[in-house]
């Protein structure tokens, strides 16, 4: 019956709902329907559109993974986080769509699963080369992200430069464009090249979200505008922008997972100063609930790094050494992160170090850093660990072995 009124009125209409009380499209009816996908493909010139729940969705991914296949894209329709907070365009954003500058959700997927990810979308891409401009920008904003996260900064920078810019001008997406921008910026910060990442947040980025009036863009690039601030050593104006142009905004959205990023930040600062029972307390205290609440593991496990910073450096080893071991790298492990694994077993190296575990603070570096480094071609990383493990050879008596080829 449902294939029948599928094809009847995709003889009258280009788009068609499909709309129906929850729990109607069980695991039965969505294999059924997943059989007869090749005659509704030939026999319904139209698009569907189907409304569903979350738990629809996961069932309908499951019992019909040839049909789902096919999907466009998957979009929520949210409303508003609080009274003033601005909407994507339209009511509608990519689901689940993460972004360095959008902070709205959290992407638990492992980067082996980005990595087929990657794969899967750039595959689409290329067969579907006449696909329409708003078919292709969801999966072409999130091929970006995901190159982003993977570390990939040379293809990340030329997606968003030479597809995706164009893309959304070609659609007329100015705030699309903005945040794009942001992106690239982002990979500019990382690299140092503070003084252009700062021109686009100012030029290119803020005038579009005050035109817009989106209060929550805004707010967020003003975060990152300071924290362009703090890499240059402006630590007060840095931390001025955080407590007086960000926090207040996020707070007044009830935009909890921003608001804590940006404790985090007010923290970092703290930290540098010297202040450390302070960003003690705001980790603990106001960040910490925050990322347990949302299920984010990854910010979780960020966050309880710091705070081991802040016991190392307070003297607490045994402690800082606990949560390295028991509470950071299992999460890296897990999601597969081995950059951030490398790091971690670095900072515990650090702490070996310290106590005179010598030749097992060696062995890390040598073994469970240098190579990842090596892999990932992060020069800087490399020369930082090649350079401890010559402190090592030297406080070993040992100054005139030379340290693993460069």
Not at 280 to 301: F, N
Request: proline fraction near 5%.
């Amino acid at each position: 019956m449902l294939e029948a009124r599928l094809v009847n009125n995709a003889r009258q209409a280009p788009v068609v709902h499909v709309i129906g009380r929850p729990g109607w499209f069980d695991a039965a009816r969505w294999e059924a329907f997943n059989t007869r996908r090749e005659r509704l493909a030939a026999d319904a010139r139209a698009r569907l559109v189907f409304w569903l729940d979350g738990e629809a969705i996961a069932l309908a991914s499951r019992s019909a993974p040839d049909l789902w296949a096919w999907r466009s894209g998957v979009y929520a329709f949210l409303p508003a986080a609080a009274p003033g907070a601005q909407p994507a365009p339209g009511g509608v954003r990519p689901w689940p769509m993460p972004s360095p500058n959008d902070d709205g959700g959290v992407d638990t997927r492992s980067m082996a699963e980005r990595s087929r990810r990657v794969a899967e979308i750039r595959a689409w891409l290329e067969g579907n080369p006449e696909a329409p401009d708003e078919l292709q920008s969801t999966l072409v904003d999130e091929l970006g992200q995901l190159l982003f996260d993977l570390r990939d900064f040379d293809e990340a920078l030329a997606h968003w430069r030479e597809v995706q810019l164009p893309l959304y001008r070609r659609l007329g997406y100015a705030k699309s464009q903005a945040i794009t921008m942001g992106r690239i910026a982002d990979i500019l910060q990382v690299r140092g090249q503070l003084d252009e990442a700062l021109r686009i947040r100012q030029e290119e980025e803020l005038p579009v979200y005050e035109r817009l009036g989106d209060v929550r863009l805004k707010a967020i690039t003003k975060g990152e505008i300071a924290n362009i601030l703090q890499a240059r050593g402006q630590l007060d104006e840095a931390l001025r922008i955080h407590q007086e142009e960000a926090l207040p905004v996020f707070e007044r959205l009830g935009d909890v997972r921003s608001k804590a990023i940006t404790l985090g930040r007010i923290a970092d600062i703290l930290q540098a100063r010297g202040q450390l029972d302070e960003a003690l307390r705001i980790r603990q205290e106001e960040e910490l609930s925050v990322y347990d609440r949302l299920g984010d593991v990854r910010e979780k496990a960020i966050t309880m790094g710091k705070i081991a910073d802040i016991l190392q450096a307070q003297g607490q080893r045994d402690e800082a050494l606990l949560i390295r071991q028991k509470e950071e790298l299992p999460v890296y492990e897990r999601l597969g992160d081995v950059r951030q694994q490398a790091i971690t077993m670095g900072k515990i190296a650090d702490i070996l170090q310290a106590r005179g575990q010598l030749d097992e603070a060696l062995r890390i570096r040598q073994e469970e850093q240098l190579p990842v480094f090596e892999r990932l071609g992060d020069v800087r990383a490399k020369a930082i660990t090649m350079g401890k493990i010559a402190d090592i050879l030297q406080a070993r008596g040992q100054e005139d072995q030379e340290p693993p080829p460069a």
